[in-house]
C-alpha cells in the first residue's frame, strides 16, 4: 500500500510545516460489497469504494483532530492548516502526546489478515451465497412464511498510519459475512431471529445452508412465546447474548471509563471481580481474528492481553492518553472512532471457554430462563445496574419447556459476575467480542 | 435550472449537464428510476472535560450517492469526491441491477423543485463562529455543574455543530437542493458519595443559531438538570419488577410512541409484511384518546427538513387518528410498490447509505386532562420522567424502553426515586391501555438519533403525560 502511505507520510510532513509540534495520521480504504436478497430476488446491490483520513496534530501540550472522506491534495493541507489552528485554542493536557512505543518499525508479524480468494467470487457467485442461504432457511419448514432476507457482505480494507516519530506502517485485510434473517409464522404471530457467521477467510465461514438452517431454527423455536411469572430464577445465556455481556465487560474495563471513574469496575485491579472460573482476554494477535491487527490506530504494537484470570481483574485497557491519566502502559486498543478521536476498541476481547457442553448447562437446572436475545439499552456501567428485554426458552427440570417473550431480567453486573455458575465450551466468534453459553445461578425476572 | 444557489454549482461547477449525464449512465442498463445524492457536510465538535477543553475536532464529508430502482431492485454506489469519471463510474455500477441489454427509463430534464419554505433560517449558522464562544457555552455548564453540589465529582461536556448541503437530483426531473444546520450541546455529571456513584444526563439542541442555547437549554440549566440527576440517583431505591401502572411523564419520553409504534409503521416492513402492524390500518390499535403524528415540518425541530433526504417535501402524517391506524411511513420505493402517497419520509445517514422510510418529530396530540389529576388517579405505580434509549423487534411488536428518572407513586403521591428499570411492552396494544392523556404535550429537548439497518439519523419525540393501565416494568424488586 505504496500510494496510502505515501499520502499518510505527506501529510505528516504538511502537519509539520504548518506548525505541529507532532502529528499522526491514519487513512483508511474500504473496498466493499454487499448484496441483499429477499424472497429468492436481490432487494438490493451496494459496490464502494471509500476512504477516509483522520489526523490528530499536536501544538506543545494541546491537541485538535480532524477527518475527511475528501483525499484531494489541497483540501487535506487546508484541513491541516485548519486542525493546527484549531489545537491551539485547546487547552494544555499533561498526559497527551503520541504513544513512546509508536516508532519507526521494520515489518511487523503476519496475522494472516488477508485472503485474497474472496476476490476470485464474481459478483453473481457472491449474489449466489446470500439466495442459497435464504432457500436454506425457507425450506427448513413450512412455518417459515416469510423473510428480511439474507446478505452477503464483503470489504478489502487498506489501514496506513504514520506519525511524526518516523512510524510509518501499513497491513491489508479481507472480511466476509453471510447473513439470514427468516420468519416464522403460526397463529401466535410471527417471529423473526437470525443467524451470521463472519470471517476474514473463504473457508472459514460456516456454508449457506449451515446458516439458513441454524437462523431457520432459531426463529421456529420461538413460534408461541408468551410471558412468565415474575420472579428469581436461574439465567442461561446463549453466546451471542453472553457477547453483550462481555461488551459491558469491556466498557467498564477501557482506560477512559477508569479515569473517568464512570465505570463499576474502578480500584479493583488484583481484587476478585467474578466467579474463578472466569478469564478473560483481549488478543490482537490471533491468527485470521476478526479484531487481530498488528498495530492499533495509534501506531502501538497489539498484544495480549489479560482482563481477569480465574475472577481476578488483571489489566484495564489503554490508550497512550489513558495509560498516561493512570499509570499504565499502551495495551494497543487506541481506536479511532470515525470522527478521527482516539478512543478504546477491544482487539478480540473474550470469556475463555469452559468444561461444559451447552446441552449439559441447560440439563444442570430446574428452573430458568434460557436466553437467545436482548433488546434495549438499561444498562449502567457507572453502577453496574443492569434491565434488559428478553426472548429465550423457559427451563424447567433440565428440559426446554416452551418460549418466552416480553419480559426483563434484572440485576447488577457486579454479582451478575460473580455468579457465573458453569461456563461453557462453545466461544462463538461473530465480531471482536465473543462468549460462550453462560449461567448465571439467578436473576430477576419481570413478566406477569 | 438555476442551480446557483446550491454549493455544488458553486463550489463544485456541477452542471446541469452532468447531472443529465450521471443520470444517463445511471439508467444506461434499463433501470426504472435513479437519482443522485450530492452532499458536503462540515462538523464541528467540542468536549471539556476535567475542566480543560480536551478536544476540538472537524469533519468534512463529501461525496455523491447514485441509486437506480428496477422493479423492487436497488442498485447502489457512491463516489467520496466530485470527479466527473469517479461519478461516472458509480453510476455504472448503481446500473449492474438491472442487468437489461435495452437501454432504460428516459431521463427527464431536472426541474427545481422547491416547498417554499425554510424551516430552519437562522442569521448565522453556528459552524460560522468562533471556537472561543463555543468553549464557553462548555465552561459555563463546568462551572454550574460543580457548583452544584460538591457531590458532583467529573463532569463532561461536549459541543457539536454540523452545516449540510445537499443536492438531490431524480430521473423523473426533480431537483431540490437544501442547507441543514444542526446544534446540539451534552451534559455529563458523575456523583459520589460514600463509594456510591451515579451519573446524570442532559442535553438539547436543534436546527438552530447558537442563541438556541438559552433559557431552558443555557448551558447553566443544562448543566444543573444533569447535576440534579445523578444527585438524585445517588437516593434511588431499587426498581419494581411485574406489570404496573405507569404514568409517563410530557416530552422526552415519547420515545415509547418512537419505539412502540413508530418503527413498526415504517413502509418498508408492513409492504413486506414483516411488521406485527401489516394489514392494521383502518383497525383500532390505540386507546380513542390517542392520536398520534409523525411532522418533519416543524421549524427549528432536529427531525425537520424542508425536504427529506429523496427530494420530497416533508409532510404531517396521522399515523393514529382517535385509536385508528391511520397509514405508514413511506420513502419512494415503498410508496410506488404499495400504491400509496409519498408522505416526505425518505432518509439516509449520509451520501454512502440507501434512503429508507424513517421518522421525523413524533409525537402524540395533548389530551384534556390536568397532569396532577392523573398522578393523583394512581394508587400505587410508577411515574417515569427521563429515558435512556429504546428498541423494538418489529415482528413480534415487542419494545422496551429504558427509564433513567423514575418514582413510586402512592396514594396519588410521587414518593421515592427508584434505580434505572426497562420497560416492556407490546407495540400493537400498548396504546390500549393508555386511560388518560394530559393536556401538557412537550417535544423533547433535541437529542434524539434513531437507528436503522446501521444507518443512524436525527429525530424528535413528544407526549403529553400519560397513564397506561398496565405494562411490566423490569426492576429487581419483587
Redesign the interface.
Known amino acids: 500500500m505504496p500510494d496510502l502511505q505515501a499520502s499518510a507520510q505527506h501529510v505528516i510532513d504538511h502537519a509539520r510545516k504548518a506548525g505541529a509540534t507532532t502529528a499522526d495520521v491514519m487513512i483508511r480504504e474500504d473496498n466493499s460489497f454487499s448484496v441483499t436478497v ?1 424472497m429468492g ?11 477516509s483520513l483522520m489526523l490528530r496534530v499536536f501544538v506543545g501540550k494541546r ?10 491534495d489541497k ?1 487535506v493541507e487546508q ?1 491541516v492548516d ?2 493546527v489552528e ?2 491551539k ?5 499533561e498526559s497527551g502526546g503520541l504513544p513512546d512505543e509508536a516508532v519507526r518499525r521494520d515489518g511487523f508479524a503476519d496475522l494472516q489478515l488477508l485472503d485474497p480468494s474472496w476476490d476470485d467470487l464474481t ?1 453473481a457467485e457472491r449474489i449466489d451465497l446470500a439466495v442459497q442461504t435464504e432457500a436454506a432457511a425457507l425450506s427448513t419448514d413450512k412455518a417459515i412464511t ?1 423473510s ?1 432476507g439474507s446478505s452477503f457482505e464483503y470489504t478489502r480494507s487498506k489501514t496506513a498510519l504514520a506519525n511524526t516519530r518516523g512510524f510509518n506502517g501499513a497491513y491489508e485485510g479481507t472480511g466476509g459475512a453471510l447473513f439470514c434473517v427468516p ?1 416464522a409464522q403460526s397463529k401466535d ?4 431471529d437470525h443467524w451470521m457467521s463472519a470471517a476474514r477467510h473463504r473457508k472459514q465461514m460456516e456454508s449457506p445452508q449451515e446458516i439458513g438452517k441454524k437462523a431457520a431454527a432459531r426463529a421456529l423455536r ?1 413460534l408461541g ?1 408468551r ?1 412468565v411469572p ?3 430464577v436461574a439465567v442461561v445465556f446463549d453466546p451471542l447474548s453472553a457477547r453483550s455481556l462481555l461488551g459491558h465487560v469491556f466498557e467498564a474495563v477501557s482506560g477512559s471509563a477508569i479515569y ?3 465505570s463499576f469496575l474502578i480500584d479493583q485491579i488484583g481484587a476478585s471481580v467474578a466467579a474463578d472460573n472466569i478469564t478473560i482476554v483481549d488478543d490482537a494477535l490471533m491468527p485470521a481474528g476478526l479484531g487481530s491487527s498488528p498495530f492499533d490506530d495509534e501506531g502501538v504494537p497489539t498484544r495480549v492481553t489479560p482482563i481477569i484470570e480465574n475472577g481476578v481483574l488483571r489489566n484495564y485497557l489503554h490508550s497512550a492518553y489513558t495509560a498516561r491519566k493512570l499509570s499504565g502502559r499502551p495495551t494497543g486498543n487506541g481506536s479511532r472512532a470515525a ?3 482516539v478512543t478504546i476498541g477491544p482487539t478480540n476481547f473474550y470469556l475463555k471457554a469452559g468444561q461444559y457442553t451447552p446441552d449439559e448447562i441447560i440439563s444442570s437446572i430446574k428452573k430458568g430462563l434460557y436466553v437467545v ?1 436482548l ?4 444498562v ?1 456501567t ?2 453496574g ?1 443492569y ?3 428478553a ?1 429465550g426458552i423457559w427451563i424447567e427440570d433440565g428440559k426446554f419447556v416452551h418460549p418466552v ?7 447488577n453486573l457486579r454479582e451478575m459476575l460473580k455468579n457465573i455458575e458453569m461456563v461453557g465450551n462453545d466461544v462463538t466468534f461473530l465480531g471482536s467480542i465473543a462468549a460462550p453459553t453462560l449461567k448465571v445461578t439467578n436473576m ?5 | 435550472m438555476e442551480l446557483t444557489r446550491s454549493i455544488f454549482s458553486e463550489k463544485y461547477s456541477v452542471t446541469v449537464t452532468d447531472l443529465e449525464t450521471y443520470l444517463n449512465e445511471a439508467l444506461s442498463r434499463g433501470g426504472d428510476y435513479a437519482d443522485l445524492y450530492f452532499e458536503y457536510r462540515i462538523n464541528h ?1 467540542i468536549v471539556l ?1 476535567e475542566q ?12 455523491v450517492g447514485v441509486r437506480v430502482i428496477s422493479g ?10 466530485l470527479n466527473r469519471d469517479n461519478i461516472i463510474k ?1 453510476a455504472r ?1 448503481a446500473a ?2 438491472a442487468n437489461a441489454s435495452t437501454h432504460g427509463g428516459k431521463v427527464q430534464v431536472p426541474t427545481p423543485l422547491n416547498p417554499g419554505r425554510n424551516l430552519y433560517s437562522i442569521p448565522v449558522f453556528p459552524a460560522e463562529l468562533e ?2 464562544q463555543k ?1 464557553r457555552l462548555l465552561r459555563d455548564a463546568d462551572l454550574a455543574a460543580r457548583a452544584y453540589d460538591p457531590r458532583i ?2 463532569v ?1 461536556a461536549s459541543y457539536v455543530d454540523e452545516t449540510k448541503h445537499v443536492l438531490i437530483v431524480t430521473s423523473d426531473g426533480k431537483a431540490s437542493w437544501d442547507l441543514q444546520p444542526m446544534v446540539r450541546m451534552n451534559v455529563m455529571c ?1 456523583a ?1 458519595e460514600g463509594g ?4 446524570g444526563y442532559q442535553g438539547g439542541g436543534g436546527r438552530r443559531a447558537l442563541e438556541v442555547f438559552t433559557g431552558d437549554l443555557d448551558p447553566k440549566a443544562l448543566a444543573q438538570e444533569s447535576a440534579r440527576q445523578a444527585i438524585l440517583q445517588l437516593a434511588a431505591v431499587d ?1 419494581p ?3 404496573m401502572e405507569v404514568v409517563l411523564g410530557p416530552g422526552w419520553p415519547g420515545i415509547l410512541l418512537h419505539e412502540a409504534i413508530g418503527h413498526g409503521l415504517e413502509a418498508d416492513f408492513n409492504r ?3 411488521s ?1 402492524f401489516a394489514g392494521l390500518v383502518g383497525q383500532k390499535v390505540a386507546s380513542e384518546l390517542c392520536t398520534v403524528v409523525d411532522d418533519g415540518t416543524i421549524p427549528f425541530r432536529r427531525g425537520s427538513l424542508n425536504v427529506d433526504d429523496e427530494g420530497n417535501p416533508t409532510n404531517q402524517t396521522v399515523l393514529i387518528e382517535k385509536g385508528i391506524l391511520q397509514g405508514y411511513l413511506q420513502d419512494r420505493l415503498s410508496a410506488k410498490l404499495m400504491k400509496s402517497d409519498l408522505t416526505g419520509n425518505g432518509r439516509r445517514q449520509s451520501y ?1 447509505h ?1 434512503p429508507l422510510p424513517r421518522m421525523t418529530n413524533t409525537f402524540m396530540m395533548a389530551g384534556e386532562s390536568d397532569p396532577e389529576d392523573i398522578i393523583r388517579s394512581v394508587k400505587k405505580g410508577l411515574y417515569a420522567v427521563q429515558f ?6 418489529i ?8 427509564a433513567s428518572e423514575a418514582y413510586l407513586i402512592e396514594d396519588g403521591h410521587i414518593t421515592a426515586p427508584v ?4 420497560l ?3 407495540g400493537p396494544t400498548v396504546l390500549r391501555q393508555v386511560t388518560a392523556v394530559g393536556n401538557d404535550l412537550k417535544l423533547d429537548q433535541g437529542i434524539g438519533i434513531c437507528g436503522k439497518d446501521g444507518q443512524t439519523i436525527p429525530v424528535s419525540v413528544g407526549l403529553p403525560t400519560i397513564k397506561i393501565r398496565e405494562i ?5 424488586e ?1
Do not use: C, W
Open positions: 429477499r430476488e436481490v432487494e438490493t446491490l451496494k459496490e464502494a469504494i471509500s476512504r491537541t485538535a483532530t480532524s477527518h475527511t472522506s475528501d483525499l484531494n483540501m484541513l485548519e486542525t484549531m489545537a485554542l485547546t487547552s494544555e493536557d459478483p416469510n428480511e420468519i404471530g410471527m417471529q423473526r420461538r412465546a410471558k415474575t420472579g428469581e473517568r471513574r464512570s470522527s478521527g478521536v436475545e433488546i434495549g439499552f438499561g449502567n457507572v453502577t445496574d434491565s434488559r428485554g426472548v417473550q416480553e419480559v426483563t431480567i434484572a440485576g430477576v425476572i419481570s413478566g406477569e | 465538535a472535560e480543560i477543553i480536551k478536544s476540538a475536532t472537524k469533519g468534512v464529508n463529501l461525496g423492487e431492485k436497488t442498485g447502489y454506489a457512491h463516489s467520496d469526491d458509480a455500477t449492474f441491477i471556537i472561543a468553549i465529582t467529573q463532561q458523575i459520589e456510591k456513584r451515579q451519573s426498581a419488577a411485574g406489570p413486506k409484511k414483516t406485527a454512502d440507501i435512556g434509549g429504546g428498541q423494538v423487534d415482528t413480534s411488536g415487542k419494545f422496551v424502553f429504558s434505580k434505572g428499570a426497562t416492556i411492552g407490546d411490566t416494568v423490569g426492576g429487581t419483587k
